[in-house]
Structure formats: structure tokens, C-alpha cells
Nanobody
Framework: QVQLVESGGGLVQAGGSLRLSCVVA????????MGWYRQAPEKQRELVAL???????NYADFVKGRFTISRDNDKNTVYLQMNSLKPEDTAVYYC?????????WGQGTQVTVSS
């Protein structure tokens, strides 16, 4: 049984920063690739960034240079540092495994960027 709990979202002005956290309850966290996803209103959910068990990271082109994904295996936590936020980053942000597992989707955390 794995449970993912996201936090850290909020309302921020364009150009601002937020740091999201995802705590993973369950075993085997350290060997799993983890990702941050987002879903904007009336759009499909998309992968934003991922981090492999060894620490290698990959980013979607639309966040490269602005977002940083990291993990703390001792704390079973994945982070997403978001800088230079844009209004188009407004979405609900979720964490999940990569590839995602449907039964692990949590409630996500809302990020709203005002212009």
C-alpha cells in the first residue's frame, strides 16, 4: 500500500516561487522513479519533472531552467522547487510514480499564479 500526500501549493504572483512536497507512505520508495505531474482546467494531466532512484532528473521543456525536482530518501519525500512562475503554470500538481500508477493519485496541491 502506497499513499502520496502533496503539499506546498498556494497563490503567488508571476515571477514568484513555491516549493512543493510529496510525502510517500509505503515501502520501496528509494528504488522508485518519482514524478511531479500537473493538470490545468480542461487540460490533460501532464508530466512536469521526474527523478530516478539514482537521482537523475528530466524535465518537460516548458519548465526547464525554472523548476527543480529533488528527493530525500531518508524522509520518503520528493520536492519540486518552482521559480519564475508564470500564469500558465496554474494547475493542480500531483506526485506519482513514473510511470504513474492510477490508484496512487492523491488530491494534489493547487498552484495559482496571478499575472
Amino acid at each position: 500500500q502506497v499513499q502520496l500526500v502533496e503539499s506546498g501549493g498556494g497563490l503567488v504572483q508571476a515571477g514568484g516561487s513555491l516549493r512543493l512536497s510529496c510525502v510517500v507512505a509505503g515501502s520501496g520508495f528509494g528504488i522508485k522513479g518519482m514524478g511531479w505531474y500537473r493538470q490545468a482546467p480542461e487540460k490533460q494531466r501532464e508530466l512536469v519533472a521526474l527523478i530516478h532512484s539514482g537521482g537523475t532528473t528530466n524535465y518537460a521543456d516548458f519548465v526547464k531552467g525554472r523548476f527543480t525536482i529533488s528527493r530525500d530518501n531518508d524522509k520518503n519525500t520528493v520536492y519540486l522547487q518552482m521559480n519564475s512562475l508564470k500564469p500558465e503554470d496554474t494547475a493542480v500538481y500531483y506526485c506519482n510514480l513514473v510511470p504513474s500508477v492510477s490508484r496512487y493519485w492523491g488530491q494534489g496541491t493547487q498552484v495559482t499564479v496571478s499575472s
